[in-house]
């Protein structure tokens, strides 16, 4: 019996490489995934790509004429520009550091401690999420507001106290992406936490291992995908944010996405704008590439 | 085995789980180097009673003293003692060798320490050494047992406790692998608390047995006591398969059976548990016969045969009588030859049957 179960089945005829690819596309998986594949063509890939040309053009630029040139490029380093990116970086480094170190007691608590109250806390987290970004943060505006502001104007009127104001310096834009980007970096965290085991962790008290240890060598590790997801996500969007350094920053510094806006419109640069664009996706891209491939999706999604 | 010094005591001890009360007032020694198994169904409160020993909970009152030192609040990672969950809660995220060297890291002990204790272990548990460092996840669920046994017993703890650890495992394996446990607690003469819902494997390993229902330790006592002497028909009935007829004391000794519209001779009242005018007449199926003639045994039923159950190297058959359906087991080799619907007499003697309260 065993050894008809151990011999080998004789090979399969080897389809030709063109033969093979043509069996590729006929996969019911391609298949099904082309509408959504042609739609990422033509809006996310077409437009990049025409940007990415835009980029090796020369100063002023409206049309595909002209001689390709890698000025643009030179420019963001020799030019000011390379202090945009440390900006955005910067921040958007600080803020995922931030919204972690706030939602790890958050999550801790929605996976482990408030039981039926989870719900309610998680409904009161996304509510502001129904309102759009830039509507919030006018209304931190309105909170911060010199003088007149609420919470100035509260002080006034509670113990007459003139107040100075927290607007417009890098504090409050921090704060102002902190408090946009919190549950990107909070929901993840939280799946993340909610994957760990109760009896792995009772397994590693009882194993001799104190609080710190748990933490350390089984939270933690189980924890890692729900919170690099979150990280990235928090840190991709950061990179990107514009209004918050505009509306709460009152543009003290002006950050990629300013730099790209203030390209494209006012100084009418699209090929500047474009290559400040196109090298922003670099650096984030290899950022994400580098990050994406220590994940492991199936662990995260329950698969495995 | 049940001398020597007692290494784990508790008294009166009860967990409080908001209004349920899981554990209630329950007292047990435990003495050194035995094989202490606790029996009850789900729900009865075993796996919570275990937790408090581990000191993975608090007991909402009594104490808990191993070796005499009161250790309520001494939480487990700073107990000499180990426990094998139900789930095994390996750590998935790591390898082999690293579930089975935890103990030894979250001790500092070095790196080469850790490697050499860990070769020995897989040793003991017949793990291959080339396991060292593959991933848990990708092990069977025999050799996941394994791992889940030895990571427990490399600090080389007092007293290992099991918590169901071989519930999930399909039957085959469950029975080579209370054997081995057995030898193992033979081998390394270390105390073991085990718990099951399955009174068979807790016979086959155990030196005494504890029986808990609705949060109570009702019996203790050595596999053979629990066996023949079960405290009442929850004990009886939890044994397997027994026949329990409920009785009343009636004249000249005898018992009435309602059910059977009998008289019964057993036992005389003052040999069970509480001489109550009520109670349960156990026999085993085994201890059931079929009679040519009503006078070969103590006791006799007319009834009919409503099916018969090979069961490898027994025949079970099934007899209606009055309102029972009464139980006979038979050796394969001994087997009662009878078709279904026959009219047959079974009958047993009263030294096979045992009184037992409600």
Not at chain 1, 184 to 211: E, K
Not at chain 1, 271 to 285: Q, R, V
Not at chain 2, 251 to 259: A, V
Request: aromatic share 10%.
């Amino acid at each position: 019996m065993a050894s008809t179960l151990d011999a080998s089945p004789p090979p399969l005829p080897q389809p030709g490489p063109l033969r093979s690819f043509g069996l590729w596309l006929r996969q019911p998986g391609f298949l099904s995934a082309s509408p959504v594949l042609l739609f990422f063509l033509i809006g996310f890939v077409g437009p990049l790509v025409i940007v990415l040309g835009f980029s090796f053009l020369p100063e002023r630029t409206f049309g595909f004429h002209g001689d390709w040139t890698v000025e643009n490029y030179t420019r963001i380093l020799s030019d000011s520009y390379y202090i945009s990116f440390l900006w955005s970086f910067g921040l958007a480094t600080a803020t995922v550091v931030c919204c972690l170190l706030i939602s790890y007691p958050v999550s801790y608590g929605l996976a482990r401690v408030f039981g039926r109250w989870a719900a309610p806390v998680m409904l009161i987290l996304v509510i502001p999420l129904f309102v759009s970004e830039n509507v919030r943060l006018f209304g931190w505006y309105l909170v911060l507001l010199k003088g007149g502001g609420i919470l100035a104007g509260s002080v006034k009127w509670l113990f007459d106290l003139d107040t100075g104001t927290l607007l417009y310096s890098n504090g409050s834009t921090l704060m102002g992406m902190i408090y946009v980007y919190l549950p990107y970096t909070l929901f993840p965290t939280t799946l993340g936490l909610s994957l760990v085991p109760r009896d792995q962790m009772d397994a590693a008290s009882d194993l001799g291992a104190n609080r710190w240890q748990i933490f350390r060598e089984v939270e933690l590790p189980i924890a890692m995908p729900g919170i690099l997801i979150g990280s990235l996500l928090t840190f991709v969007l950061a990179v990107g944010a514009i209004s918050e350094a505009k509306m709460l920053g009152g543009a003290n510094i002006v950050v990629v996405a300013h730099a790209i806006l203030h390209e494209f419109t006012y100084a009418q640069n699209w090929p500047l704008g474009s290559a400040i664009s196109m090298f922003a996706i670099a650096i984030t891209g290899i950022l994400v590439i580098f990050i994406m491939r220590r994940l492991d999706l199936d662990r995260l999604l329950g698969r495995k | 085995m049940a001398e020597g010094a007692t290494i784990l005591r508790i008294e009166n001890v009860t967990k409080q789980f908001g209004k349920l009360r899981a554990v209630n007032g329950v007292s047990l020694d435990i003495v050194d180097g035995e094989f202490f198994t606790i029996v009850g169904p789900s729900g009865s409160g075993k796996t919570t009673l275990l937790r408090m020993l581990a000191g993975l909970e608090k007991p909402s009152a009594g104490d808990v003293f191993l070796r005499g030192n009161r250790v309520n609040d001494v939480p487990a990672n700073k107990r000499p003692t180990c426990m094998v969950f139900q789930s095994l809660a390996l750590f998935n995220h790591r390898t082999v060798g690293q579930n089975i060297e935890f103990s030894l890291k979250m001790r500092g002990v070095s790196r080469a320490a850790r490697r050499e204790r860990c070769v020995e272990l897989m040793d003991v548990v017949r793990l291959p050494q080339d396991y060292y460092a593959k991933g848990v996840t990708k092990c069977s669920g025999g050799e996941r047992q394994r791992v889940a046994l030895a990571r427990a017993l490399a600090s080389d703890p007092d007293i290992m406790f099991f918590d169901e650890p071989l519930s999930a495992i399909d039957y085959q394996l469950r029975k080579f692998l209370e054997v081995e446990l057995k030898d193992l607690h033979r081998e390394t003469g270390k105390t073991f608390v085990y718990i099951t819902h399955s009174l068979e494997e807790a016979m086959v390993m155990s030196d005494r047995i504890g029986i808990m229902q609705s949060g109570r330790l009702i019996q203790i006592g050595s596999p053979d006591e629990i066996y023949t002497q079960p405290l009442n028909k929850f004990v009886s009935e939890f044994m397997g398969e027994v026949n329990t007829l409920p009785v009343q004391a009636g004249t000249d000794g005898k018992f009435d059976c309602p059910d059977l519209g009998t008289q019964l001779v057993g036992p005389s009242p003052s040999t069970s548990a509480n001489g109550s005018q009520t109670g349960y007449l156990v026999i085993r199926p085994e201890s059931m016969r079929f009679l040519n003639d009503p006078s070969e045994a103590d006791n006799h039923i007319k009834g009919s045969l409503f099916n018969e159950y090979a069961m490898g190297s027994r025949v079970q058959y099934h007899v209606r009588a009055g309102s029972q359906m009464l139980v006979v087991e038979k050796l394969r080799e001994m087997a009662f030859r009878g078709s279904v619907n026959d009219d047959v007499i079974i009958g047993w003697d009263v030294k096979d049957s045992v009184l037992v309260s409600d």
